[in-house]
Nanobody
Framework: VQLQASGGGLVQAGDSTKLSCAAS????????MAWFRQAPGKEREFVAA????????DYADSVKGRFTISRDNAKNTVYLQMNSLKPEDTADYYC?????????????????????WGQGTLVTVSS
């Protein structure tokens, strides 16, 4: 499966924006999906994950209550709605897909669980 992330840009603190991750090559419903991010000079970190039918989600503590991950399997797209953005949310955001490695919500937080990655989309939050 190929993943294409989009929706990044420059926003002000407190604003909202929505990222999209479009899949091609295989139907998205076969994959457990997640968003990760990498801030300048830092390691890539888990942001949010969603199971195959969209009925379950998990979030990093730093974004819980502000970000919402969702998916539309009919459109082969996963989304990340980002509200109340903070300067510390500035990062490249990556979507990732896993076919069969994720076995628990705990394992879904690890990069190595994911087989396919989109290119990053940069979100810059100004203060």
């Amino acid at each position: 499966v190929q993943l294409q992330a989009s929706g990044g840009g420059l926003v002000q603190a407190g604003d909202s924006t929505k990222l999209s991750c479009a899949a091609s090559g295989r139907t998205l419903s076969a994959y457990f999906m997640a968003w990760f991010r990498q801030a300048p000079g830092k390691e890539r970190e888990f942001v949010a994950a969603i199971n195959r039918n969209g009925g379950g989600t998990d979030y990093a503590d730093s974004v819980k209550g502000r970000f919402t991950i969702s998916r539309d399997n009919a459109k082969n797209t996963v989304y990340l709605q980002m509200n109340s953005l903070k300067p510390e949310d500035t990062a490249d955001y990556y979507c990732a897909a896993d076919g069969d490695t994720v076995v628990s919500w705990a394992s879904a937080r690890y990069e190595r669980a994911y087989d396919y990655w989109g290119q990053g989309t940069l979100v810059t939050v100004s203060s």
